[in-house]
């Protein structure tokens, strides 16, 4: 939204990469390929959430590769491939459907179509109106795609000369869920990516009866975080933090114990995966080795005596 002159995001505290993968001069099929390496690189880096405005269907300057509909089936692209293992590593990966409702292609392209990920399509705020432009479900092996929608009508945008204005397109439908999905995944930090994204499906508000238009609808961000979240008033009280360093860290982590309260140390990788335990934690000084750890974020989980705490470190 705009205040005052000023753009608003959905997410206006986080922290971005900007990673290219189309060619601006022609669309060819190899752009997949660049689409699969910018997730990968978007996985290097840590990335928690990955929005995509862009789909695949047919090719310009190579009708050789040229997708049909019978294509969409969440495995022949590979940028779909990559898209649903970029969620089961830990990101939450949105798409935008499409805007080819009123053409002649008419349904998703890829890599809206693939599994686990959530696609969106467009709709307008003021009134929830479905844009007609909006590609259309299911996938072909059946699946409801679009997954939820999002304001892609009357959406406000910054304009290449830096004004505000309002813009159409499933692109901007997916950048303002995915800021959203980002905000859900901080406030429910013991969900990983796979679960925020059905969190978000089962709060559209026709879950229960999905269509090839809509899918399950248009999701109620708020009432699924009240839904999910795990002792609410604990939340507001800040959690005790955890005392260590270097961070970010390369080869090791050290955690000091000087009162001896700590009793185990874990680390977990973003999709919530146990990646390293240590049980006997009686040195003034505990030193685990992480240089086998892949790039990106981490949770560090300590036991102490009268506690858990949690910190967040970045592993290079």
Not at 196 to 204: A, K, M, S, Y
């Amino acid at each position: 939204m705009a205040v005052n002159g000023q753009m608003i995001g959905t997410a206006p505290h986080a922290s971005y990469y900007f990673i290219r993968s189309e060619s601006p001069f022609s669309e060819e099929p190899i752009e997949e390929d660049f689409w699969a390496q910018g997730v990968e690189i978007a996985d290097s880096l840590g990335a928690d959430v990955v929005n995509s405005s862009l789909g695949y269907s047919t090719f310009d300057d190579f009708h050789q590769g040229d997708f049909t509909y019978e294509d969409c089936d969440g495995v022949a692209s590979i940028a779909s491939r990559n898209a649903s293992i970029a969620c089961h590593k830990g990101i939450a990966v949105c798409v935008s459907a499409g805007n080819e409702g009123s053409k002649p292609w008419h349904y998703i392209s890829h890599p809206a179509d693939a599994f686990d990920i959530i696609s969106v399509g467009a709709a307008r705020a003021v009134d929830s109106a479905m844009a007609s432009f909006s590609s259309y479900g299911p996938s072909y092996d059946g699946r409801v795609k679009p997954d939820v929608v999002s304001v892609g009508w009357d959406t406000y945008v910054v304009n290449a000369a830096g004004g505000i204005n309002a813009g159409n397109g499933t692109s901007f439908a997916s950048p303002v869920l995915a800021g959203l999905v980002a905000c859900l995944r901080q406030a429910l930090p013991q969900k990983n990516a796979l679960e925020i994204l059905d969190i978000v499906r089962q709060h559209g508000h026709q879950y229960l009866t999905p269509d090839s238009i809509m899918g399950y609808g248009i999701p109620d961000m708020y009432q699924a975080y009240l839904d999910n979240a795990v002792a609410i008033k604990e939340a507001v009280r800040p959690a005790p933090s955890v005392l260590l360093y270097p961070n970010p860290c390369e080869n090791e982590l050290v955690i000091p114990n000087s009162d001896g309260s700590i009793r185990q140390i874990e680390i977990y990788d973003v999709s919530g995966k146990l990646v390293r335990r240590v049980e006997n934690c009686w040195y003034d000084l505990n030193t685990i080795s992480v240089a086998d750890l892949k790039s990106g974020f981490y949770i560090v989980r300590v036991k102490t005596d009268t506690s858990i705490k949690t910190a967040k470190i970045i592993k290079r």
